[in-house]
């Protein structure tokens, strides 16, 4: 596609329930990037992507999140028993090479209430 | 640990001249990148400097030392569309994990 996408654009959910991000990045992009973002605040690394694999999940804040990436495209962020705590606009980026301009997407607005 | 340091605000006068600086402390460097965000809106790209010196692209500029972990984004001839939040992120060799700032808020007054 032409750019990043993301979907959905906002999402509101109850406490506890799952929930799943999608990324769709620029077709060729070899490195994927999430992040999260409070409101005013920087950017949260979450998890990078080269390729399929993920070398740093470092940035992931428990274990009930995870995410996949498949056939070196498409990404899901799945935040399981979702709390208060993970609202927050979650960012996807991709880019040609690792150390290159990274692109964004618009992002998908959580709110867990 | 890793840590970048840059001013959470700064304010200026349209048409003049601004320098958002910024420090880092990483283990690992390979470049420093610098993007912008407007309010609502998704980063989007700057500049780059993987050398030491000045990167120039139209109004803005980006600066880089290696040796004193810093460099500089400097806009001019400011206009109020520049209003915007500004973010230096560093590149890590080791991963190419981008470590990012906090973000600087441009205010720009007529």
């Known amino acids: 596609g032409a750019g990043v996408s993301q979907s959905p654009s906002n999402k509101v959910t109850e406490k506890g329930k799952d929930v799943e991000l999608r990324c769709d990045p620029i077709s060729g992009h070899t490195a994927l990037y999430w992040y999260r973002q409070s409101l005013g605040q920087g950017l949260e690394f979450l998890i990078y992507?080269?390729?399929?694999?993920?070398?740093?999940k470092s940035g992931l804040p428990s274990d009930r999140f995870s995410a996949e990436r498949t056939g070196g495209s498409v990404s899901t962020l799945t935040i399981q028993r979702t709390q208060q705590e993970d609202s927050a606009v979650y960012l996807c980026a991709s880019s040609r090479q690792p150390n290159t301009e990274a692109f964004f997407g618009q992002g998908t607005r959580l709110t867990v209430v | 640990g890793q840590s970048l340091e840059q001013p959470s605000e700064v304010t200026a006068v349209e048409g003049a001249i601004v320098q958002i600086n910024c420090t880092y402390q990483t283990s690992g460097f390979y470049g420093l990148s610098w993007y912008q965000q407007h309010d609502g809106g998704a980063p989007t790209f700057l500049s780059y400097?993987?050398l030491d010196g000045l990167e120039e692209t139209g109004r803005f500029s980006s600066f880089l030392s290696r040796s004193d972990s810093y460099g500089y984004l400097l806009l001019q001839e400011l206009q109020m569309k520049d209003s915007a939040s500004y973010f230096c992120a560093v590149i890590r060799d080791s991963n190419y994990q981008l470590i990012w700032g906090a973000g600087t808020k441009l205010i720009i007054k007529p």
């Open positions: 992507f080269q390729g399929n694999s993920a070398p740093d």
């Open positions: 400097n993987a």
